[in-house]
């Protein structure tokens, strides 16, 4: 069982970063995948960006392509979501996910693990 605990939400302006953390209880090394996603009020949780443990390759959704960065940190066993640039329409609560089998690693329904959850606040 892996229990996943985001931190670093808050309200920023327009333009400004954030950098959202979530820290795993087991190796982040042992993962398949890992993901953060994003749910608006009254719209569908959304995939922001994926990492995949074995090669390190990530995967952006168009609106953060360029602005978001996603990264894990093995000795930390921490994943990381550095968000530059953010807009008001990043406004989200934002989850961080985690798959230890194979799978598609791109709708919710693949992660098997997720944290509570981190608001993030852009103001215009």
């Known amino acids: 069982q892996v229990q996943l605990v985001e931190s670093g939400g808050g309200s920023v302006p327009a333009g400004g970063s954030l950098t959202l953390s979530c820290a795993a209880t087991?190796?982040?090394?042992?993962?398949?995948?890992m993901a953060w996603f994003r749910q608006a009020p009254g719209k569908d949780r959304e995939e922001v960006a994926t990492?995949?443990?074995?090669?390190?390759?990530?995967y952006y959704g168009d609106s953060v392509k360029g602005r978001f960065t996603i990264s894990q940190d093995h000795n930390k066993n921490t994943l990381v979501l550095q968000m530059n640039s953010l807009r008001p329409e990043d406004t989200a609560t934002y989850y961080c996910?985690?798959?230890?089998?194979?799978?598609?690693?791109?709708?919710?329904?693949?992660?098997?693990?997720w944290g509570q959850g981190a608001q993030v606040t852009v103001s215009s």
């Open positions: 996910a985690a798959e230890l089998n194979p799978s598609g690693c791109h709708v919710a329904i693949d992660f098997g693990y």
């Open positions: 087991d190796r982040t090394d042992s993962t398949y995948c």
């Open positions: 990492i995949y443990t074995d090669d390190g390759r990530t």
